[in-house]
């Protein structure tokens, strides 16, 4: 500012410090100029009490100063005083007290004006004070804060917003007490106003120009019409309405077009390029002002792909993936050509481009298998490309061997991929959370995550300014566990803790610390007290005590950061949903979302309370509530004195009250409607409906359980105008709202802002359907299940509900029914339950599995089977009892994703392989085993073996990731070698090494190979090939052939003893119901002058 002041000077040295001032006020710019805070003075210019005049305009300041005016000198202020006064100030009312100055007779050109108070009240931060002055301009002089004490008496307020304003005319000061806070009401003693200013000739106030579209930063295609619409007003001296004249278009500084009428509107063609838009208005008075200016671009738009797939993974590798489904476009009207490059992962997370492969198909080739293989897609207009585009990955896989026989050798090796838990670390700490805190204050915090086991000695927190909150280097730093959240707010004096925040915690024994950024304990006070989060933007950078940024994650305007998380403003916070150090440095794994919703979901909510479920606020007198008992348990509502009150148009005080009697049974509903309701409404049944219930969109409405709230619909204390709106146009006028399944418990917090599309479901208005039954139970004709209570905490232990089983008809003898829980790791419950014969109905228990997981609400479905009868279910609600407030969690994982992968970092697992293990319902035949660490399935089949086996492969890891195949595999009863030689008694020779139809191929070859031992076999049985780098032998080789010892050798020389099966590898590229065709390789190298490959079968010994 400084700076800008300099070059003021420079320009006119003349100017005085009040000209200074004024030049700033008329030439700043509106910050957010759509924001409701801003309000024209009776002299025209524009004030905010958050931004002041605006956003200084450093070349505008410079360009009006060049040839200012000096203002006149100040005249003799203008001074009103009411003394001895004793006026009492009401506590907790919203009317408060008003003063009035009479300054008919002054005629100042007004710049500052003071107000002096004496206020004798124990709580000034209850009291809020406006200024009004003559032309209906207001000055918020004092807001309710945090200050508990007598402040006021004797304190001096000054305001600048009636800068320009004539003083004559009635002033207005008003007092109110807007809380509760303290029960002795305050007083006013004496009350001085003071108006500074001068009595030369008024200025004339300047128009306000604004550009209302394009919008600021919108990039145009080439040759596009660009409508540009201004507003522009003006005011005369003394704040009346003025006349604007002319409004001019400036395109990069050149006036483009004039328009003289209002609405002002030009059409532009402009070339390609950067364009800066000013408008620039000029007035009766022959005042002129100019826009902010709003910079568009004309550009080439890169074309877009949004959809594109290769099918369903696994697959197999004698499979062709081909691109399809392929969705492209371009904002500039052409087609676009694609281009195509496949990749292949050994992990599934990192991929590399395989060389030569860029048809928009991957020809099948059994060297591919045991890879993720996906499809970048590169959309081009012939002028630029688009952003790559990559299909979903696809796991190609070696088709099984899915026949065998009894007493042979058997191997699959599957080529399942899958990543290593948690992907691996690299480093000891992230930025795991991040919050503004409260709107409108400075209650921020922030949330590390440690990796693994680390010393966190003279590490640091910065910002993009520079600012340091430095760790003390000290032992407190030392041993801190992996899996730890800690969490470190502003402890600044004067600065609120946020309310969403747990409980001060400084030991790190149990994964969680707490810390405020002043405790100097854990933080050196010779450095900033805090990092003060720009609303606008910033950057967050965690460095060791080398200097070395670990992690860094920037918002907003910033660019400085690595990474940008978007907009996270005031009242705004950003959390990692990821579940992997490496995905912390991708923006997209960051959600900014407000922490209202989980600032009021961290009040109390008592688990199982009741809540208010459904909402009708329909035509004329259709009004009605639901209210629902998510608990185990009847509520007793008289006993427990539950009542409805309603708040009418912002008030503070009930204006109507309903008790609820009788009894609600567990999952029950309790409905209240009008008892003028009329149409479909009046046809639901209600337990209170001879009641006057009336409410409109703008009511606040309470449940309470004696005088201890237990939900609240709207705000109480707030008039939001007709009704509560939230994202996606959610209303609460003339509408149906429901809850949201997800939404357990009610919002004790009543004077929160509400938004009703956070827990509310919106219908049409008089939409009943759903009045009176929040759950809806499921059955079939044949066994129905019936769960009761249908919904519990994980938490609620071995008997958390009972199930009945009912069959139609009735068995006649004892009939045993199988019972399954499709999740396990939610509840259990028994393997059998017995309907007696004659009877309908058997009961059983339901068990809940408490986990440490943030996994949110789960919805486990139980399945009943009995031969003769047709399957039952019912789906049963298992709440979380490990809080999870809409991602804003500090300490705590942020969803379950995440909350698995910290599990993985606590428990030491995270980043270990992925193992292979057998899926439920998977048997190998005996002999066979699979390998933990391989995925290869190996070993002789038993000679007693015969049938089919469903086997399972499933690879996991410590995220709880799984990827699995699926085969069967047919056994079958085993031939030896003496039975199949026996079968051809016309041999000459039956030995084994012989030879009798000298063809070359001994008969234990034939027989491996399933050929006839008496009859000369053509060259063809065994086929040899050479590439370049290498040699191989394909040969088809018989099912169920026992007693063998069979490997493909090679030799250099051909001499006895140098024969080895070392580096041969072997590919089934048939696996026929009787045999298979077997290729066997070896790789030749360049110094290979001669190389033999053989196939040797004997008997096994």
Request: overall charge negative; proline content about 4%; charged content about 15%.
């Amino acid at each position: 500012m400084s700076g800008i002041v300099a070059d003021l000077l420079q320009s006119k040295p003349t100017l005085g410090w009040r000209d200074v001032q004024e030049i700033f006020i008329r030439s700043a710019k509106k910050v957010n100029p759509t924001d409701a805070g801003w309000s024209n003075n009776g002299a025209g210019f524009h004030f905010h009490h958050d931004y002041g005049a605006g956003l200084v305009d450093a070349a505008a300041a410079i360009t009006l100063a060049s040839t200012w005016t000096n203002l006149p000198a100040t005249a003799a202020p203008s001074v009103s005083s009411q003394t001895g006064l004793s006026v009492a100030i009401p506590n907790n009312n919203a009317t408060g007290i008003t003063r009035t100055f009479d300054l008919s007779s002054s005629n100042l050109r007004v710049e500052q004006v003071t107000v002096a108070v004496a206020i004798n009240h124990n709580s000034s931060g209850d009291l809020a004070i406006t200024l009004t002055s003559p032309t209906g301009m207001v000055s918020k002089l004092s807001e309710g804060h945090t200050d508990p004490n007598n402040h006021f008496n004797g304190w001096t307020f000054m305001s600048t917003r009636h800068w320009g304003e004539r003083s004559a005319g009635t002033w207005t000061l008003k007092i109110v007490d807007n809380t509760n806070g303290n029960a002795i009401a305050g007083s006013l003693s004496e009350a001085v106003l003071t108006v500074y200013g001068t009595s030369g000739t008024p200025v004339n106030p300047l128009p306000v120009v604004q550009i209302l579209s394009p919008a600021d930063g919108t990039v145009y295609s080439p040759s596009a019409t660009v409508n540009v619409s201004v507003n522009a007003t003006d005011t005369v001296i003394g704040g009346g309405p003025g006349t604007v004249t002319q409004v001019e278009l400036l395109d990069n500084g050149i006036v483009v077009a004039t328009d003289t009428t209002s609405p002002y509107a030009f059409t532009l063609t402009p070339a390609l390029g950067a364009h800066a838009l000013v408008a620039r208005a000029t007035d009766s008075e022959g005042a002129i002002a100019s826009s902010s200016a709003v910079n568009i671009s004309l550009a080439n738009s890169p074309p877009l792909i949004t959809a594109g797939t290769i099918g369903t993974s696994p697959a197999f590798d004698d499979t062709v993936l081909t691109v399809s489904g392929v969705v492209s476009s371009d904002p500039d009207g052409t087609v676009p050509t694609i281009s195509y490059q496949w990749q292949s992962s050994s992990d599934g997370v990192a991929f590399t481009d395989a060389s030569g492969l860029v048809a928009s198909n991957l020809p099948a080739d059994p060297a591919r298998s045991g890879l993720v293989w996906r499809c970048k897609l590169t959309p081009s207009d012939g002028i630029a490309s688009g952003a790559e585009f990559f299909t979903n990955g696809v796991n190609l896989l070696d088709r099984p061997i899915t026949t065998a026989a009894a007493g042979t050798a058997y191997s699959y090796q599957s080529g399942l991929v899958l990543r290593s838990g948690g992907g691996g670390v690299s480093r000891d700490a992230i930025i795991h959370e991040f919050s503004q805190g409260l709107s409108g204050g400075s209650s921020e915090w922030i949330e590390i995550l440690v990796l693994r086991n680390a010393n966190l000695r003279y590490w640091d927190l910065e910002d993009t300014a520079g600012n340091l909150l430095v760790f003390q280097d000290t032992a407190v730093w030392e041993n801190i566990p992996a899996g730890t959240r800690i969490v470190i707010y502003n402890g600044s004096a004067g600065i609120p803790k946020d309310s969403l925040l747990p409980a001060d915690d400084t030991d790190p024994s149990d994964r969680r610390m707490v810390l405020s950024s002043t405790n100097a304990t854990y933080f050196d006070a010779t450095y900033d007290p805090w990092l003060p989060l720009g609303n606008s933007g910033d950057g967050i950078f965690l460095v060791d005590a080398d200097g070395l940024v670990v992690h860094e994650v920037g918002y907003g305007n910033d660019t400085s950061a690595a990474i940008n998380v978007g907009a996270v403003s005031s009242g705004k916070a950003a959390y990692y949903s990821g579940d992997s150090d490496a995905g912390a440095d991708v923006a997209t794994n960051w959600t900014a979302t407000t922490s209202l919703t989980a600032r009021s979901l961290r009040d109390t909510r008592a688990a199982g309370d009741l809540f208010i479920s459904e909402y009708v606020e329909g035509t004329l007198s259709n009004k009605a509530l639901e209210i629902y008992n998510p608990s185990a348990s009847a509520v007793d509502l008289t006993a427990a004195a539950y009542k409805v009150e309603i708040y009418y148009n912002g008030a503070t005080i009930a204006g109507s009250t309903f008790n609820l009697t009788g009894t609600l049974a567990a999952g029950g509903t309790f409905v209240l409607k009008s008892n003028s309701s009329t149409g479909v409404i009046a046809s639901v049944a209600a337990q209170l409906s001879n009641l006057n219930i009336n409410f409109n969109g703008d009511d606040a409405i309470l449940l309470k359980k004696g005088t201890t709230i237990v939900d609240s619909f709207g705000q109480v204390g707030n008039d939001p105008g007709t009704a509560w709106t939230g994202t996606g146009g959610i209303t609460t006028l003339d509408k149906t709202l429901r809850r949201k399944p997800s939404i357990l418990q009610g919002d004790t917090v009543s004077s929160n802002a509400f938004d009703p599309s956070i827990e509310w479901d919106m219908f049409a208005v008089d939409t009943v359907s759903g009045l009176g039954s929040h759950t809806v139970a499921s059955s079939s004709p044949s066994i129905s299940v019936a769960i009761s209570p249908s919904s519990f905490a994980e938490n609620a232990g071995v008997s958390a509900a009972t199930g009945t089983i009912t069959v139609t008809p009735a068995p006649t003898s004892n009939l045993t029914v199988t019972l399954t829980s499709l999740d396990a790791t939610e509840l259990t419950v028994p393997a059998t339950v017995t309907v007696l014969a004659n009877q309908t109905t058997a009961n059983f228990t339901v068990a809940a599995v408490d986990d440490a997981l943030t996994d949110g609400t789960q919805s486990v479905v139980i399945t009943a089977t009995a031969s003769g009868y047709t399957q039952g279910s019912a789906a049963v609600s298992v709440t979380d009892n490990e809080v999870s407030l809409v991602g804003v969690t500090p300490g705590a994982a942020n969803t379950p994703a995440n909350a698995a992968w910290i599990a993985s970092l606590e428990a030491g697992t995270a980043g270990s392989p992925a193992l292979f293990r057998l899926g439920t319902g998977s048997t190998l035949p005996s002999g066979l085993t699979l390998n933990a660490a391989s995925g290869l399935i190996s070993g002789t089949i038993g000679a007693s073996v015969s049938g089919n086996f469903n086997v399972v492969i499933e690879r996991y890891n410590s995220a709880s990731e799984v990827v699995s195949q699926t085969f069967t595999l047919n056994v079958t009863g085993a031939t030896g070698y003496a039975g199949w030689v026996g079968g051809y008694n016309t041999l000459s020779d039956p030995a084994a090494t012989a030879d009798p139809d000298r063809d070359g191929l001994a008969n234990v070859i034939e027989y491996f190979l399933g050929l006839n031992p008496g009859v000369v076999d053509s060259s063809g049985t065994l086929i040899g090939s050479k590439t370049a780098t290498t040699l191989s032998l394909t040969y088809r080789r018989k099912n169920g052939t026992t007693g063998l010892n069979s490997v493909v050798e090679w030799s250099d020389t051909l001499a006895s003893g140098s024969w080895s099966a070392a580096g041969v590898s072997e590919e089934i590229l048939e696996n026929n119901a009787g045999d298979q065709l077997v290729k066997a390789t070896i790789t030749l190298s360049p110094t290979d002058l001669k190389k033999f490959l053989r196939l040797r079968v004997g008997l096994a010994q």
